[in-house]
């Protein structure tokens, strides 16, 4: 039986693999997308999820909005720069229209996700962390129902924001990140920086999407910017398969190895904001969050191109 998943997601072209990534993938049912502010702005996220879903032939997925904004402090950084500012690699066009939004909100397309589900659904985060704090927040009685979150986000060695320190995902609203990642009931992995930047698609892995058929040929040309800023950025020709890597081990658990760690984000507004840091008070938090740090990316690379590429 297909296990209950929602991914919470800011598309963002890496975010694009993940959804595809997911729908092609028996081991698991996605029940619902829905869409933070965060690469771009949530009109443009938004839509982008509808599209990749229409490309992906899945009207039925119900995609609903959520958090416009950060919980606190407005958002410093977009990434038009690796995403593009429509947010599909400036490939939007090459893209069906979007399909239908759910008319519900993210938090209440969540909760009937949750309530209707016959297990304890996976939720995956791939964006800010917005929406999965408020449904935290506004339906504690749901907790029970959640039976893991995988999250894309955060590092301990350093960040990819423009000043540096912190992570996309965590910087975009450190508090609802700190709150999800400090929470006693859900069962939090961590998939960070420190992995994801090791699981790289070099241009053999694009040529192949390419090849693949007409579908796969459009996403593979949705990265021709993210691989161009990544060339620039970090003088390698490929791209780093952030998303894709958490959404596979959450389609597939144990693909990573973890470790558990005391983790919270620091939320002062000093240059150090935003980023995951050992919890400040180890002994007032809850469980441990299982960050991972170790795992076969090359396998996992391959393994999400060969499941990409059964869409045709
Ligand atoms: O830091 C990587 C994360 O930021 C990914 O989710 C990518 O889509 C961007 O949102
Ligand atoms: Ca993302």
Redesign the pocket.
């Known amino acids: 039986m297909p296990h209950p998943l929602i991914i919470d997601?800011?598309?963002?072209?890496?975010?694009a693999l993940?959804l595809v990534l997911a729908l092609r993938s028996p081991e698991v049912d996605l029940r619902a997308v829905t869409v933070p502010f965060?690469?771009v702005g949530l009109d443009r996220t938004f839509a982008n999820a509808r599209r990749v879903l229409a490309l992906a032939g899945r009207p039925d997925v119900p995609v609903a909005a959520g958090a416009a904004r950060p919980l606190v402090y407005p958002q410093e950084e977009w990434?038009p720069e690796?995403?593009g500012a429509d947010g599909l690699g400036q490939r939007s066009a090459e893209f069906p229209d979007p399909i239908d939004p759910d008319p519900r909100s993210a938090v209440e397309l969540m909760a009937d996700v949750l309530r209707g589900a016959d297990e304890p659904a996976t939720i995956a985060t791939?964006?800010?962390l917005t929406n999965v704090a408020l449904l935290l927040a506004v339906h504690p009685e749901l907790t029970a129902r959640i039976g893991r979150i995988v999250t894309?986000?955060g590092?301990l060695g350093g960040?990819?924001?423009r000043q540096g320190r912190a992570?996309?995902?965590?910087y975009?609203d450190p508090e609802a990140a700190h709150r999800v990642l400090t929470q006693p009931d859900v069962p939090v992995t961590l998939v960070p920086?420190d992995i994801?930047m090791r699981c790289l698609a070099g241009g053999g892995w694009v040529e192949e999407l390419t090849a693949s058929g007409p579908r796969g040929a459009t996403l593979a040309r949705m990265l021709a910017l993210y691989r161009a800023a990544f060339r620039e950025r970090h003088g390698t020709d490929s791209v780093?398969l952030?998303?894709p890597l958490?959404v596979l081990e959450a389609i597939l658990p144990g693909t990573l190895r973890t470790t558990p760690l005391p983790l919270g984000v620091r939320c002062d507004l000093g240059p150090d904001r935003g980023t995951t840091v050992a919890h400040p008070d180890p002994g007032g938090h809850g469980p441990d969050v299982h960050v991972a740090l170790d795992g076969d990316t090359g396998s996992a690379a391959a393994e999400m191109l060969r499941r990409l590429c059964t869409l045709g």
């Open positions: 997601t800011d598309p963002g072209v890496d975010d993940a965060g690469n990434a690796w995403h791939i964006g800010p894309m986000g590092s960040g990819n924001t992570e996309f995902n965590v975009a920086l994801t780093a952030h998303d958490a």
